[in-house]
């Protein structure tokens, strides 16, 4: 939309009581999926001891990995249906959805007998279930960020959008707390025998209290926005009963929408992979950074220092718990510090302390000892907080509205399948196959050096309105001076 044509009703003045509603109900629904998710990562030696064959404690804890991966493979079907699909029906219907799917596979993992009950259907069963989860799990960052996104006033999208990672983290940390209390009163036997089961069957109550707030939503403007323009075009183009020769559709209209409901889908797989390849690889690039340093960090790190290093597997997870408390402080002052600084500075910072940082970090790590350890986990997860204050905010930005659930959610998730997921498999394999124990340190490096490079490539979007959509902003004062600036 030209500045120099701007009116006042062009643009969108958020309600700051129903965006704060809004996204804090999107944060929970979030915290609530990567509870679920985050389980599994923290349960990992204890599900290879559950669900696969004994003899090698190595290759269990490879074949739990492999399992965890495998629910990244489907994350790309995820996002290929529900990213389109929220294009489409909606961003509120779809996270209802990614929320029922990812409580009821996380709630059916815990039901499932163990290895030595029912033999090699276990682990059949395992990856059946974790692929239910990986396939809901597509849907919803896509869908959550652009909901946010979507939301909030231009001038604001960083804070609001750190509240997206601020409920991994609560997700993460509550995951990490249970799993760390359990293993600190119960011994091996108990954990194996019945007690695992326990953090994954808490999914049945935590997915109804995720529904019930998602339900409750309200469409976002911009979404709204564009269906009211798609419909006002629509009335536009049909010429009535009297006359249809003469119909044309608008540009990459059809003429049959509702007969034909694929034909939209094929469509905008169409526009994504044709006029979207510069902003998606943008994309993959960065998640690839984020997610590399990201699952190494809050998902392999516990079994890095319990399994590499013998380090007590207890004091380990708590450890990591106090250093995501320390990262719940920072996320929301450098959420909003991007609003005013921009989001590439603090991207390329991330980046490049990742790049010089994690071999020293690592070397800490090896030291061992309370405080080295401590001290080793923390500076990675300050840098870890530059992606976690940015990333709900950039990557959205990087796409139209009328495509970006769809794009966003198609991109990220083959990043996060490719590289994200794979992480801890590829870390411990590594360390296994080469005896290194800095192998881990090599890829955060390797990954930050790719991040980096589309760090600098990308736009700046800080205080921007999203491409696609009208200026959004908090109060009818900020909107006629915005058509006043116009005008001048």
Not at 148 to 153: D, F, K, L, S
Not at 207 to 217: D, E, S, T
Not at 444 to 470: H, N, Q, R, Y
Request: aromatic share 10%.
């Amino acid at each position: 939309m030209a500045t120099d044509a701007l009116r006042q009703e062009d643009i969108t003045v958020v309600d700051t009581k129903t965006v704060d509603t809004a996204v804090r109900a999107t944060m929970l629904g979030n915290a609530m999926e990567w509870y679920d998710f985050g389980i599994y990562a923290y349960m990992a030696v204890t599900i290879g001891h559950v669900f696969f064959p004994s003899g090698n404690d190595t290759a269990q804890v490879l074949s739990s990995f492999a399992t965890f991966a495998a629910a990244f493979v489907v994350r790309p079907l995820g996002g290929f249906f529900f990213g389109p699909l929220g294009d489409r029906i909606g961003r509120k219907k779809v996270l209802a959805t990614t929320m029922l799917m990812m409580a009821g596979g996380t709630l059916s993992i815990g039901l499932i007998p163990s290895y030595d009950t029912i033999g090699f259907a276990a682990p059949t069963l395992l990856v059946l279930f974790r692929m239910v989860q990986g396939f809901s799990a597509g849907g919803e960052y896509g869908g959550a960020s652009t909901f946010i996104a979507e939301y909030a006033p231009d001038r604001r999208r960083g804070f609001y959008g750190s509240y997206l990672e601020f409920g991994t983290l609560i997700g993460y940390i509550s995951a990490a707390g249970l799993v760390t209390v359990l293993t600190a009163l119960l011994d091996d036997d108990q954990m194996e025998g019945w007690a695992w089961r326990i953090p994954f069957l808490l999914a049945a109550p935590i997915g109804i209290v995720g529904l019930y707030l998602r339900l409750k939503l309200e469409e976002s403007p911009a979404f709204t926005k564009v269906l009211e323009a798609q419909a006002e075009a629509g009335t536009k183009a049909d010429p009535g009963p009297g006359d249809k020769s003469d119909a044309k559709p608008e540009p990459g209209e059809s003429t049959t929408p509702d007969k034909n409901p694929d034909a939209g889908s094929l469509r905008e797989f169409r526009r994504i992979f044709t006029e979207q390849r510069r902003p998606m690889i943008l994309c993959i690039a960065l998640v690839a950074a984020y997610n590399i340093n990201d699952y190494m960090l809050l998902s392999y790190m516990p079994t890095y220092l319990s399994d590499t290093l013998d380090y007590d597997e207890t004091h380990g997870l708590l450890q990591i718990v106090v250093v995501m408390v320390v990262l719940l402080a920072l996320i929301h002052p450098l959420g909003g510090l991007t609003d005013r600084i921009g989001r590439r500075p603090v991207i390329i910072a991330g980046c490049a302390g990742f790049i010089v940082l994690p071999l020293p970090c690592f070397a800490l790590l090896q030291a061992g000892g309370l405080v080295s350890i401590f001290l080793g986990l923390m500076i990675l997860g300050l840098l870890l907080t530059c992606f976690l204050a940015t990333m709900s905010a950039s990557l959205p930005a990087l796409f139209p509205t009328e495509v970006r659930a769809g794009a966003l959610s198609v991109s990220f998730n083959i990043s996060v399948s490719a590289f994200g997921g794979t992480t801890p498999f590829v870390a411990e394999a590594l360390v296994s196959v080469t005896g290194n124990d800095y192998m881990p340190a090599f890829y955060m490096m390797l990954a930050a050096s790719v991040g980096i490079v589309a760090a600098w490539k990308m736009d700046e979007t800080a205080s921007k309105p999203l491409m696609g959509s009208p200026p959004s902003v908090a109060t009818r004062e900020e909107a006629r001076q915005l058509v006043t600036a116009a005008k001048g």
